[in-house]
Antibody
Framework: EVQLVESGGGLVQPGGSLRLSCATS????????MHWVRQAPGKGLEWVSG????????DYADSVKGRFTISRDNAKNSLYLQMNSLRIEDTALYYC????????????WGQGTLVTVSS | DIQMTQSPSSLSASVGDRVTITCRAS??????LNWYQQKPGKAPRLLIY???SLQSGVPSRFSGSGSGSDFTLTISSLQPEDFATYYC?????????FGQGAKLE
């Protein structure tokens, strides 16, 4: 059974930092690209960042470029998102998402970790 | 970035109804179109990928069609568990943008 379990969310002040983690199991982690997708309270879905299997290709949404860094540790079957210079508009539920390996198609989602940016 | 527009944004339907939700891309995306279902408090679930391929475990009452820039999600006979919000998403180019959602109530 595929499992994706996010952690690391919380309350942070504007300008602060957080590091999200996603522990995975139930599939061969280093066979698949992985992504972070977020959802602001009561809003729709927004893709944040993606990373291919060997970290050779990394992409970011314009809204987070230069502030967020995605990474993965294939030995630990884990995905990460380092978030710096956080803004109020970064407040959202952050989902760790597995790629179906069919062009950024998201077949498994974690339950999400909530990031709240507020003073 | 490619913009995805869904219509309607919300719709009322009854059990047994045939329901259609449309999604239009701002440019050509071939068949790189996915549909997701999200229930309150839950993560999204992949229903349809590559415009018309049914994800494993998804009931056959769900179907997808279209190519180019216009796409449709159809639920042939609405069941009580289908009341949810549905999102389309293009996977033709980065960023993989989502539609604004269509709430079925």
């Amino acid at each position: 059974e595929v499992q994706l379990v996010e952690s690391g969310g919380g309350l942070v002040q504007p300008g602060g930092s957080l590091r999200l983690s996603c522990a995975t199991s139930g599939f061969t982690f280093d066979d698949y690209p992985m992504h972070w997708v977020r959802q602001a309270p009561g809003k729709g879905l927004e893709w944040v960042s993606g990373i291919n299997w060997n970290s050779a290709r990394i992409d970011y949404a314009d809204s987070v470029k230069g502030r967020f860094t995605i990474s993965r540790d294939n030995a630990k079957n884990s995905l990460y998102l380092q978030m710096n210079s956080l803004r109020i508009e970064d407040t959202a539920l952050y989902y760790c998402v597995k790629d179906y390996a069919v062009a950024a198609t998201f077949d498994y989602w974690g339950q999400g970790t909530l990031v709240t940016v507020s003073s | 970035d490619i913009q995805m527009t869904q219509s309607p944004s919300s719709l009322s339907a009854s059990v047994g109804d045939r329901v259609t939700i449309t999604c239009r891309a701002s440019q050509y995306i071939s068949s790189y179109l996915n549909w997701y279902q999200q229930k309150p408090g839950k993560a999204p679930r992949l229903l349809i990928y590559a415009a018309s391929s049914l994800q494993s475990g998804v009931p056959s009452r769900f179907s997808g069609s279209g190519s180019g820039s216009d796409f449709t999600l159809t639920i042939s006979s609405l069941q009580p568990e289908d009341f949810a919000t549905y999102y389309c998403q293009q996977s033709y180019s980065t960023p993989g943008t989502f539609g604004q959602g269509a709430k079925l109530e």
